[in-house]
């Protein structure tokens, strides 16, 4: 190793970008690279813990059907059963998780062009150790692009890797925390003393002209020959301030609801169907999924599986079942979620009871939808005990309609949108 070493260090760096006074930003240095990595310090494990929060609502622990996530055994150390209440609970941890990854973008992308030499740093290892460092770092930029490109990507274009989204999410998210991790220990101290070595309120009172480079530093990120200013600190941290806060004037409304709903121009979602009882958001509509309404015409029956023998239902029956009503949002994984409808039906716990087990530990909930993702999911005891946890006929007064699920779909308090079934067929009751 050494041997490479020394010989390497003999090399004169190649032109361009390698070549010490190639980089020339003024405002380059620790300072400007720590003001960003604090607030990824604060921000990336809030987008951490609520991912893997996401991953516990999707209870995992109930087999492959809700967990398409191969392997996973020890990264589920942590898992619990997420609970069926308060009612807006995923849309909370949901809507910060897709809200918090897309305006941190700008600081993401002015943190990396901020430590940019480094990525051509010459020689390109002086010995193991710093090798060994820069794999991390590797990890670490990787990590973070694959990230935030991988969620970006699911809520845009929706649903892009069919199937393998959410493995990619999941275990590109460990690769990278635990880069995330080492980068942290070893920064620390360094990016703690570069923030006090320079005052943020001078700083945001230093316009251009009185604009320096920060002092030489051993890292090599103060530019060796800077050229003169074209913006000052205080104009770059405004740029990517500027760039966060519209990113989230045009995000979050998909998450907070109300009139703030159509500012959410980026949110694949932002579009309110139509008026009405059944005028809200529809992710996957009938048509995309292969249901028709042959298929939910009056030979649709719901079958009820469980100690008994198997028992099926018109909806006409359903109906006279008795009728109860609950206040639950939707709160789909791409971060938008609905304003509390009012879904009214039967109870999970009563259908569980008519099956012969009222203390089922899960059930299988199947839809007539053609077999593929989300066509069947597992709910956990807890949430069938919820009294609030219903097979929903009517939303808001009316017959859902085919695209909400009509003739019955499951509405659960704090359940991820996606094990909300719609078009049901079969309920599997189990202990
Ligand atoms: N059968 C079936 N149920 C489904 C889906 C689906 O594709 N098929 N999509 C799920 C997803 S991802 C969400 S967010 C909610 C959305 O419900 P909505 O379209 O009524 O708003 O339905 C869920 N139920
Ligand atoms: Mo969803």
């Known amino acids: 190793m050494s041997a490479v070493v020394q010989r390497l260090e003999r090399v004169p760096a190649p032109p361009g970008p390698f070549r010490p006074g190639f980089w020339r930003s003024p405002i380059r240095g620790p300072w400007l690279t720590s003001v960003f990595g604090l607030v990824l310090l604060v921000g990336i494990p809030v987008l951490f813990v609520t991912g893997a929060l996401s991953y516990a609502a999707y209870n995992p622990g109930l087999g492959p059907l809700n967990d398409q996530t191969p392997g996973k055994g020890p990264l589920g150390f942590y898992l619990f059963d997420w609970p069926a209440g308060p009612t807006w609970l995923y849309r909370v941890t949901q809507g910060v998780h897709v809200t918090l990854g897309v305006v941190l973008v700008p600081v993401v992308l002015a943190k990396l062009w901020s430590v940019i030499p480094k990525l051509f740093e010459w020689p390109p290892a002086r010995g193991a150790a710093h090798a060994l460092e820069r794999l991390s770092l ?62 943020l309120l001078r700083e945001l009172r230093t316009g251009l002209a009185d604009t320096r480079p920060e002092p030489p530093d051993a890292e090599g990120l103060v530019a060796v020959a800077p050229a003169p200013p074209t913006i000052a600190r205080r104009g770059a941290l405004a740029l990517v301030g500027a760039g966060s806060l519209v990113l989230f004037a045009v995000t979050a409304g998909q998450s907070l609801g109300g009139r703030l709903r159509p500012t959410a121009l980026l949110a694949p979602h932002n579009r309110d169907p139509q008026e009405g009882p059944n005028g809200f958001q529809i992710n996957k509509t009938a048509a995309s999924v292969g249901v028709s309404a042959a298929m939910v015409g009056p030979d649709w029956r719901l079958e009820l599986h469980g100690a008994g023998p198997v028992q099926a239902f018109t909806r006409e029956q359903l109906l006279a079942m008795g009728r109860h009503s609950a206040r639950l949002p ?53 949430q069938i005990r919820e009294p609030r946890s219903l097979l929903a006929l009517h939303v808001n007064g009316a017959d859902l309609s085919l695209d909400h699920g009509y003739p019955a779909r499951v509405i659960v308090p704090a359940n991820p949108g996606v094990n909300n079934t719609k078009w049901v067929r079969r309920l599997t009751f189990r202990t």
Do not use: K
């Open 138 to 199: 590797l990890m670490l930029v990787g990590g973070a692009v694959f990230e935030f490109a991988t969620g970006i990507l699911n809520i845009q274009l929706h649903y892009v890797f069919p199937g393998s989204f959410y493995t990619l999410h999941f275990y590109g998210a460990w690769v990278f925390i635990a880069a995330f991790a080492v980068h942290v220990a070893l920064r620390l101290g360094r990016m703690l003393r570069a923030l006090n070595s320079r005052s």
């Open 330 to 382: 939707i709160a789909c994984v791409e971060g938008w979620s609905t304003e509390d409808q009012l879904w009214s039906g039967l109870r999970l716990a009563d259908l569980a009871a008519l099956a012969g087990l009222p203390d089922a530990a899960s059930v299988l909930v199947e839809s007539v939808q053609p077999p593929g993702p989300y066509a069947s999911v597992v709910l956990r005891g807890n």
